[in-house]
């Protein structure tokens, strides 16, 4: 009898992990020229073609941002730089920026949205300023990425609502149909799986059909969790990591995203239409760490490149 309870079990762990491998396949991540200084080779983490957006911090020299895009390019990556709007002077800064990277990095897709500095350095505060000029359209950019708050962000709705960040979806949505681009919202990272589904939901009954790629903090110290959660606004999902903090047997151990994203695999295994097809890493404990966890849970699709490469040699 035992035996059987056994099996059962057994067979739903490996369905389990069969969800997980396929809702993986296909991740991205996100560097900063600083930390993808510290790699050899992200041929020896990431699976081939991977999506690695590249994080445009304020003060962050514009030929550091299109040195790392080039690099990334070279060693087979598909990359896609941040354009914070509120970094960029003027509408002639934006047109360099774009030259730039598609001119010595071969750059076709851009991350779009409002940047993280409270007060503007020039005349745009907004994504949607940015994707106006039509200099994106006009350079060809093939893949124009938007931000996503699935829990929200004070900086757009100061009284915790939805109601601006609603509008800015909606007219996102008419942006996606009104031109070519193929378009995704990149959320903000999250680690409760119920509220994240309900927001997806959300955005279908407001007649937003822009493809979600889901923010997912890769394993890292409870503590590291914490502090960039508070720094990023994570509101709602950080009673999650509070939870695990009065745990002193856990406080040591790394915080991983195997059950919101085991949650999340499940949901979208059993309602195929589901609008979250991809999932978006912010390697908040490393490169190195959240590729290795990617590798673990990740199946074949997460083999790095370098021996993907060897396998079919």
Same mark, same amino acid.
């Given at each position: 009898?035992?035996?059987?309870?056994?099996?059962?079990?057994?067979?739903?762990?490996?369905?389990?992990?069969?969800?997980?491998?396929?809702?993986?396949?296909?991740?991205?991540? !996100? &560097?900063?020229?600083?930390?993808?200084?510290?790699?050899?080779?992200?041929?020896?983490?990431?699976?081939?073609?991977?999506?690695?957006?590249?994080?445009?911090?304020?003060?962050?020299?514009?030929?550091?941002?299109?040195?790392?895009? =080039?690099?990334?390019?070279?060693?087979?990556?598909?990359?896609?730089?941040?354009?914070? $709007? *509120?970094?960029?002077?003027?509408?002639?800064?934006?047109?360099?920026?774009?030259? *730039?990277?598609?001119?010595?990095?071969? &750059?076709?897709? $851009?991350?779009?949205?409002?940047?993280?500095?409270?007060?503007?350095?020039?005349?745009?505060? +907004?994504?949607?300023?940015?994707?106006?000029?039509?200099?994106?359209?006009?350079? @060809?950019?093939?893949?124009?990425?938007?931000?996503? /708050?699935?829990?929200?962000?004070?900086?757009?709705?100061?009284? @915790?609502?939805?109601?601006? &960040?609603?509008?800015?979806? +909606?007219?996102?949505?008419?942006?996606?149909?009104?031109?070519?681009?193929?378009?995704?919202?990149?959320?903000?990272?999250?680690?409760? $799986?119920?509220?994240?589904? !309900?927001?997806?939901?959300?955005?279908?009954?407001?007649?937003?059909?822009?493809?979600? /790629?889901?923010?997912?903090?890769?394993?890292?110290?409870?503590?590291?969790?914490?502090?960039?959660?508070?720094?990023?606004?994570?509101?709602?999902?950080?009673?999650?990591?509070?939870?695990?903090? =009065?745990?002193?047997?856990?406080?040591?151990?790394?915080?991983?995203?195997?059950?919101?994203?085991?949650?999340? $695999?499940?949901?979208?295994?059993?309602?195929?239409?589901?609008?979250?097809?991809?999932?978006?890493?912010?390697?908040?404990?490393?490169?190195?760490?959240?590729?290795?966890?990617?590798?673990?849970?990740?199946?074949?699709?997460?083999?790095?490149? +370098?021996?993907?490469?060897?396998?079919?040699?």
């Amino acid at each position: 009898m035992a035996l059987f309870g056994l099996k059962k079990k057994l067979d739903v762990v490996g369905a389990s992990s069969a969800q997980l491998q396929s809702f993986l396949e296909g991740y991205s991540i !996100e &560097v900063m020229p600083r930390t993808a200084e510290k790699i050899e080779d992200f041929r020896e983490l990431l699976p081939q073609d991977t999506r690695v957006y590249i994080a445009h911090i304020d003060g962050t020299p514009i030929g550091d941002m299109v040195a790392t895009a =080039k690099r990334l390019k070279n060693e087979g990556f598909t990359v896609m730089p941040h354009f914070p $709007a *509120r970094i960029i002077k003027d509408k002639t800064m934006l047109a360099d920026w774009i030259a *730039r990277y598609q001119g010595e990095a071969g &750059v076709d897709q $851009a991350l779009v949205l409002a940047g993280g500095v409270d007060k503007p350095q020039g005349d745009f505060h +907004s994504s949607m300023q940015l994707l106006e000029t039509g200099l994106f359209d006009a350079a @060809g950019f093939k893949r124009l990425h938007v931000a996503g /708050h699935p829990e929200g962000n004070k900086d757009i709705d100061p009284d @915790g609502g939805r109601r601006v &960040v609603n509008e800015a979806l +909606s007219w996102k949505q008419a942006f996606a149909q009104r031109t070519d681009a193929k378009m995704a919202l990149a959320t903000q990272f999250c680690f409760e $799986a119920k509220p994240v589904i !309900e927001w997806a939901n959300s955005l279908v009954a407001q007649g937003i059909d822009i493809p979600v /790629h889901i923010g997912v903090a890769g394993p890292a110290k409870l503590q590291t969790m914490i502090k960039f959660s508070i720094a990023c606004g994570v509101g709602a999902s950080l009673r999650v990591l509070q939870r695990r903090a =009065k745990d002193v047997t856990k406080l040591l151990m790394p915080f991983e995203p195997t059950e919101f994203l085991t949650d999340l $695999a499940a949901h979208k295994a059993n309602n195929p239409d589901f609008n979250i097809t991809k999932v978006h890493f912010f390697p908040l404990g490393g490169i190195k760490t959240n590729a290795t966890w990617a590798m673990e849970n990740g199946g074949p699709a997460a083999v790095p490149a +370098s021996q993907s490469q060897g396998l079919n040699q």
